[in-house]
């Protein structure tokens, strides 16, 4: 095995791998891929190779903790690829506050920096960080490469950015930053192979996982976007509301005289489907239910998302594309159609069997605005940045 680089994205209870190839100057070679889901419950270690062949599916000991999944990941790094290098290491960091527009190579003066930024994402930052750690006790001499959800958005003007509260308390980068940026720059970067006829025009890419957001595109560069200060805003998540009355969270405090930690685990573990189910903050579980709370959630999903679309649409003066991407927008044909119905105003005709099909394109061939569904590569995003800013790729792949 040639020496070779690491793609991690770490969560609270996951921990995401790609194995990239050492490049042949014009790209990475995707050798393997997978993670250790069910952290902190029921750990189980997935693999395949770059063609999807399965290499491992085991259950591990209920007590794996996030240490314990970066040793199971280390290990199995060292009985597959014994004797090559580790080239690099690249991150998924989900903020990068004002400071970091550009991924960036980790030192211990950008990891502080980072660190202050945990408040802004407690769900997410800290399992980031601890990922760097992890990596910088096991191979401290392997660069490292944080890149961040917010930089695809930076750079819009500052009636997008501004956050309206008094200026002297948003002095310290409380403003709009947006998020799920890598998977935004990656179908950015295919859309001139994958939907030409947009590419260059007026898009709006809807992320739909277990969080979501939409992103307002012109020519390929993100315009707004429904996530702002943190990756509380905008649509119904999983287990985050989206937008909400401000006034219902100082009603948590003074009315219920909740704490600040409980009020954070409502708005981030409690809330978005999970919270109107009262069921599961997984759509598939919420589809296959016939019961009135589930139904609210999916009827709240969609409502909630054909709203935003008719936002951003109103953001960049019409559309020209709307693409679907993450586990939702990847793989639920009637999320997609349902969508697609509620914004059928704006011009988009929707090609059923091309949408049971999961795409690429699934509107009608006259279809004013057209319709597609393009998986996302978030990885393959780091990787590149992680060649390309260590000098291991040329600039451009
Ligand atoms: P993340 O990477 O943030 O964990 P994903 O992009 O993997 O999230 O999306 C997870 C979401 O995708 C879950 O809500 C899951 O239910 C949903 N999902 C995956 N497959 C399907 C499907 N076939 N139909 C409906 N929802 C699906």
Redesign the pocket.
Known sequence: MADFAVVLNA?SS?LKFSIYGEPERSGWRLEARGQIDGIGSSPRFTASDGAGVRLADERMDAGVDGRGAFAALAAWLRSRYGGARVLAVGHRVVHGGARYARPTIVTPTVLEDLRELVPLAPLHQPYNLAAIDAVLERLPDVPQVACFDTSFHRGQPAVVEVVPLPRELCGGGVQRYGFHGLSYEYIASVLPAAAPEIAHRRVIVAH????ASLCAMNDGKSVDSTLGFTALDGLCM?TRPGSIDPGVILYLFQGLGLSAPEVETILYKKSG?LGISGIS?????L?GSSEPGARLAVDYFVYRAAKEIGALAAVLGGIDGLVFT???G???A??RQRICEASAWLGIELDEAANDAQGPRISRSGSRVSAWVIPTNEELIIARHTGVLLGLLQTGV
């Open positions: 969560g996951s739909l996982g277990s969080g999983g489907l903050n997984d759509m598939r579980v589809l993450a586990g939702i990847e793989n639920s009637e999320i």
